[in-house]
């Protein structure tokens, strides 16, 4: 297991940004693939972006362009800066690491997540 703490997450309004982060304390932290997911309320979670361990990166459609995510190795750490920020991305986000089989995109992929943060955007 991979236990992974998420900070950063709070209210602005919008347009503005936030920048969250996912630390882990296990070593092999920098092999894992880690995902930021969301939910809203009332609504099902779903994929914000991935970054693999080589660096490479994905992201859902509605985040293209003013969200970015990266990640700092020696600091075990990933980011999810997110910038031009819209109230429909009001959630909670939530950091999940693993080594996806078939589709990184479905959370079942994952065996270690984070509690979650709260962002709220109000408009």
């Known amino acids: 297991q991979v236990p992974l703490v998420e900070s950063g997450g709070g209210e602005v309004q919008a347009g503005g940004s936030l920048r969250l982060s996912c630390t882990a304390s296990?070593?092999?932290?920098?092999?894992?693939?880690v995902a930021w997911f969301r939910q809203a309320p009332g609504k099902e979670r779903e994929l914000v972006a991935f970054?693999?361990?080589?660096?490479?990166?994905y992201y859902t459609e509605a985040v293209k362009g003013r969200f970015t995510i990266s990640r700092d190795n020696a600091k075990n750490t990933v980011y999810l800066q997110m910038n031009s920020l819209k109230p429909e991305d009001t959630a909670v986000y939530s950091c999940?690491?693993?080594?996806?089989?078939?589709?990184?995109?479905?959370?079942?992929?994952?065996?270690?997540w984070g509690q979650g943060t709260q962002v709220t955007v109000s408009s």
């Open positions: 999940a690491a693993g080594r996806p089989r078939t589709n990184p995109a479905r959370a079942g992929e994952y065996s270690d």
């Open positions: 970054i693999g361990w080589s660096g490479s990166t």
């Open positions: 296990a070593r092999t932290f920098s092999t894992y693939l």
